[in-house]
């Protein structure tokens, strides 16, 4: 048999259309039945099977695909999922993927239409953001590349000679908040540069870096002969979705000619709220920005996003000349600079279509009016939390994300709460620690939550903290 295609079309087309079908009834009745659930032994026994010498039918793969995988997801397509920071995704979101898939498009480069689909996308996030329209960017696979995209071009825009010679002993060094995602660290640590390098600001009573203490910092490290060559300030922290004072930092980085990188993994989307974008002042002057459209845009997993200011040194942070990958004037091989030349990725996939199509549906205004609207839900539940007797609000709820503590409980009958919760499929927050105290973190990131959602969560979290009182009170 020669090829991989099937012979008889009108089979793989029918168990094609039964596929959409049932995405679309999972879909339609999102919220219905548990929010996650633990997969049983059984379940993992069944998806250990080896590596098969002979072939599945589609209709046998999909019948296990069914039985073993739709059950026990992760939980984040329910309105009932409030943990961590991850977007819901939409249909259309879905239906470009399946379109993306049929065309198979490697993005790395060469002239073709894709390419010229992820150039409006990239366009799109800078107008978004207030970036010039002549920066550049590409989409990664999540912030975590994206920031560390970043750490590199400023780190070779401070001196180029790394890209051949090493980091060897530059003393270079950068900046950011105690609150800063564990990326920005671990993106020090790949480049070469070491996490130690990233010295971590402390942070002021609403949990946003402090700007002094950042001068100071500077100032310290370069009478001590290091060389300071970024500041990252934070747009939306993970822990309570604190915002730095980016005009703040960016006048400290400006001062210094230093870099100035803004993470703002979910918060770059709170650009398109007339009422939140106010307090992202400041964003529009990073020299490099990083973002998820799979988080607060909705779009499918994957689509990260990394823009720079500079074209020029984007590009000299990663193009290579290679005698087979030669850019051309005309054919195939034309339409330069290609997207390989802006990150380390040669192999790329066609993720800027679920961007294009979600954006170019929904369109910024209405994207904006589901920022607000997931703001407001979480808005609500703050006040539920700070009038119930029992409850404290830990942190200013600047955006969407809700951290409260159970009066009461040691830190790990609240780990275990929230553990209880999770199995009962009610509702899935996560839990983070702040000044020092575990709080329940509710991040309502979720185009489908809403105070409906809230309120069964904390309802059972009230009765759980309840029950657990209770068992104190019986020992």
Known sequence: MAGLDPTDWRGIREIGHRMLDEVFDRMEHMGEGPVWRPMPSAARQGLKEGLPEKGHTLDALYARYQELVVPYGAGNTHPGFMGWVHGAGTPVGMLAEMLAGGLNANCGGRDHAPIEVEREVIRWALQMVGMPQD???CLVTGSSMANFISVITASRAQDLAIRKNGIGGRGLVGYAATTA?????????????????????????DHRMDVGALSDMIAADRKAGFVPFMVAGTAGTVDCGAIDDLVAIEAVAHAAGIWFHVDAAFGALACLSPRFKEQLSGIEKADSLAFDFHKWAQVPY???CVLVRDSH????????????????ERGLAAGAPWFCDFGPDLSRGFRALKVWMTLGH???ERMGDMVETC??????????????EGLALLAPVTLNIVCFGLDGLED???????????ESGIAAPSTTRINGRLAVRAAIINHRTTTVHTDRMLD????????????????
Request: net charge positive; hydrophobic share 45%.
């Open 135 to 137: 920066g550049s960017g």
């Open 181 to 205: 995602h564990g990326c920005l660290p671990r993106a020090f640590d790949l480049a070469g540069l070491g996490s130690e390098a990233l010295r971590r600001v402390p942070v002021l009573a």
């Open 302 to 304: 994957d689509a990260g």
């Open 313 to 328: 040194k984007h590009a000299a942070a990663f193009a290579q000349s290679l005698d087979y990958l030669v850019r051309e």
């Open 362 to 364: 929904y369109g910024s």
């Open 375 to 388: 703001c407001d839900v979480a808005a609500d539940l703050a006040r539920r939390v700070e009038r119930t």
């Open 412 to 422: 790990v009958e609240v780990s275990e709460l929230v553990q209880d919760l999770h």
């Open 460 to 475: 059972a979290v009230i009765a759980l903290r309840r029950d657990r009182l209770r068992a104190q009170t019986a020992r």
